[in-house]
Structure formats: structure tokens, C-alpha cells
């Protein structure tokens, strides 16, 4: 109780200057962060927070040349960690203005890094505005004078010839991965990419978004597997997209207290992606069940 009370304080005082820069070293790298930045805090509850996505790379890229594309980058912190354990290139795509300064003092150092300053959509051109909460940004509909640059799927394929064949998603946009992934996934359907996002019912609803759907519509692209964390990246099972709507559905029911609620890490793997399915394997063994 006392640790839990010290946090909270802590946080109140760090948030009332958010973005004052400070250096911070974790999980193995030096990242430029606002002091507000929660990845510290995880790391330190959990030692397994983001090693999932950093692990499923280095394995992927045991087989095939590691390119990435990073939706929803904040700070880099994914696309430097990623970078620190493996060779290869990731397109970090980042649409909140205030956090692009910490991305680009991250990131541009890396030649093999590459960075849209734009919001990923498919949707109908509204206007979007920044919602911003303790380190992570989402994003609701807006006025046209908050309207920020916004970037299609097929459009970045076709301006970043080096990420034609795609290896790995990772997309961390709280409650518009159900949109994005299979749009992704459907531009880049020849690649077969491996797709790895955070799913969480509550921001998906908060955005406007079905849950549900996602999994039908990544079914019909011809993906099967998944492996499933929880929010601190701890394993939790391995389903397919035929199977996880029923622990999907459970995750999803409404909770007396929206801080009590929890979210997935998953990953996901074409039905002809051999050294994916190998990759999850190492990561999430197949006997591990909901």
C-alpha cells in the first residue's frame, strides 16, 4: 500500500512537468524521455515488459531480413530496443507532435531507423485530436484546426521501397489496432508480415472501435496462429483466430473500476509463415492455454 501511495505521488509531481527531458537507461538502452514517461515504472514491475516484441524480432531475423514497421512509435523506445539486439530497419510512424521531439532525439543518430511524422488511417478523414495520459497518446475526433498529416497504408508502401517486404507490425495505438492491423496487413498480404500489437477491448470501444472483428477480418487474410501475453509481457497462451474470440470476449466484459482492467500483448502469424509459427513457439509453447 505505502509503494502503491509513493508511486501515485511520484507521478502527480513528475505530471506536472511532463515533458521535461531526462535520461534514462533501461532495458539495456539510453533513451531521451519525458520525465512524465511511464516505461521506466513498467520495466522496473516488470522485468518481461516489451522483451516479448524485442525477442520475436531477433528470432524472426534469424530467418529473413528484419524490417519493421513501428505504428505508434512515441519514443522510440521499441525501435532502439529492437535495434540494440538485432540488425535491420524499422519505419517508426508517430503522429503526437509532443512526442516526435523525443523520437527524432532517439532515433536520428540510427541510419537504419526512418521516421513519418503523420497519423496511419484508413478511416474517413476526420479530424483527429491528442489525448495523452502518462506516456501514450490516443487519439479522438477533433476540430479541423487540431487536424494533424495523415498517411495511408499503401502510401507508405510505395514511398519506403526498402519496407516493400515486410517482416514485423508492431502497432501500439490505443483502440485503433482493430482498424490498422488488417488494413496493414492486407497492403502488405504478399509479405506475410508477422503482426504484433497491444489489445485492449476498453480503448478499442473508447475509440469508437468493435473489439471483435479484428479476428474474423485477420482470419480471412489467412492468418491462423497467436500468442498471447499479458500487459507486462508474462506469457499467457497460444490460440488461433478461429479460437480467441471466446477469451477475447472475456477480456473485454465491463469491470466495476476502469483501472482494474487489463490488456494483451499478441502476435500473430500467417498459416504460411514457417519461421513465424517457429518464432512463436520459442516464445509462448503451444501447450499454454487460456
Known amino acids: 500500500m505505502a509503494s502503491t501511495v509513493k508511486r501515485r505521488v511520484g507521478w502527480l509531481v513528475r505530471d506536472r512537468f511532463p515533458f521535461r527531458p531526462v535520461v534514462r537507461h533501461v532495458q539495456g538502452v539510453e533513451l531521451v524521455l519525458p ?15 516489451g522483451q516479448n516484441l524485442v525477442e520475436l524480432a ?10 519493421v514497421l513501428d505504428v505508434g512509435a512515441n519514443v522510440g523506445d521499441s525501435a532502439v530496443q529492437i535495434l540494440n539486439a538485432v540488425d535491420g530497419k524499422v519505419l517508426c510512424i508517430e ?4 512526442y516526435l521531439e523525443f523520437l527524432h532525439r532517439n532515433v536520428d543518430s540510427d541510419a ?11 478511416d474517413d478523414g476526420r479530424a483527429k485530436t491528442a489525448v495523452r ?19 495511408s497504408p499503401g502510401s507508405l508502401r510505395e514511398e ?22 488488417p488494413a496493414i496487413a492486407s497492403t502488405w498480404a504478399e509479405s ?46 497460444r490460440t488461433t483466430t478461429t479460437d480467441v474470440i471466446v477469451p477475447a470476449e472475456r477480456l473485454g466484459a465491463p469491470v466495476d473500476r476502469p483501472r482494474s482492467r487489463t490488456y494483451w500483448d499478441v502476435a500473430v502469424v500467417h ?11 520459442q516464445l509462448v509453447p503451444v501447450s499454454a492455454t487460456f
Open 35 to 49: 520525465w512524465s514517461h511511464r516505461l521506466p515504472d513498467y520495466a522496473a514491475w516488470g522485468p518481461q515488459y
Open 58 to 67: 531477433r528470432l524472426l531475423a534469424q530467418s529473413d531480413p528484419l524490417t
Open 95 to 98: 503522429a503526437d507532435t509532443a
Open 112 to 122: 537504419r531507423i526512418s521516421v513519418v511524422e503523420a497519423l496511419l488511417t484508413v
Open 133 to 151: 495520459t502518462g506516456g501514450t497518446t490516443r487519439f479522438t475526433d477533433g476540430d479541423a484546426a487540431d487536424a494533424m498529416k495523415t498517411v
Open 160 to 181: 519506403f521501397p526498402d519496407f516493400k517486404s515486410l517482416r514485423l507490425v508492431k502497432s501500439d495505438t490505443d483502440g485503433y489496432e482493430v482498424i490498422l492491423v
Open 192 to 237: 506475410r508480415p508477422v503482426l504484433f500489437f497491444e489489445y485492449d477491448p476498453y480503448l478499442t470501444r473508447l475509440a469508437g472501435n468493435d473489439p471483435y472483428a479484428i479476428w474474423g477480418q485477420l482470419a480471412e487474410l489467412g492468418y491462423t496462429d497467436i500468442a498471447v501475453w499479458d500487459h507486462l509481457g508474462v506469457p499467457l497462451a
Open 271 to 281: 498459416g504460411d509463415d514457417t519461421a513465424g509459427r517457429a518464432a512463436l513457439d
